[in-house]
């Protein structure tokens, strides 16, 4: 199952679960109501300030609504530091740089510049992959999570 499709199915569950229609979510959030539908469509992922509020909405992790941890516990991130700053230290602890990142992964080598030096944050899909080749979660990419795995 791709995280698309398991993104709509939680995503769907979540609402059905607090009685909401995607309309009246995206009201409540103040987010475009065909962004909101299309999410509901399964037409698309939301991008990460759309997930982290979704994820603040829910009470869970962003792995939650991935599919990626089956951990329904109320999540309580860590404050969101800009991911320049975070993707040093995943590089040093997984002992790995850039190029190895490139190399192995499908993640171009200058997206990896361009996320370090702080000129654009990583889309849901790049984090999924690069949590796919580290062994960790998406929150603990983003130091939302002390936990590696959730």
């Known amino acids: 199952m791709s995280a698309l499709s398991i993104f709509t199915e939680r995503f769907n569950e979540l609402l059905s679960e607090r009685d909401l229609k995607p309309t009246a979510l995206a009201v409540r959030l103040d987010i475009p109501k065909n962004t909101i539908c299309r999410y509901a469509r399964g037409a698309q992922l939301p991008n990460l300030r759309l997930a982290i509020i979704l994820s603040g909405f829910f009470g869970c992790s962003i792995?939650?609504?991935l599919g990626r941890s089956d951990k329904e516990k109320v999540f309580k991130p860590s404050d969101l530091k800009p991911f320049s700053e975070?993707?040093?230290?995943?590089?040093?602890q997984?002992?790995?740089?850039?190029y190895r990142i490139a190399k192995e992964t499908a993640l171009h080598s200058s997206i990896l510049y361009r996320w370090q030096s702080g000129d654009c944050s990583p889309e849901l899909e790049s984090l999924i992959?690069?949590?796919d080749h580290l062994g960790c979660s998406v929150e603990y990419l983003l130091g939302?999570?002390?936990?590696?795995n959730e």
């Open 63 to 65: 792995d939650y609504l």
């Open 86 to 92: 975070r993707l040093p230290v995943i590089m040093k």
């Open 94 to 98: 997984f002992k790995t740089n850039k």
């Open 129 to 131: 992959i690069l949590a």
């Open 144 to 148: 939302r999570s002390d936990i590696i």
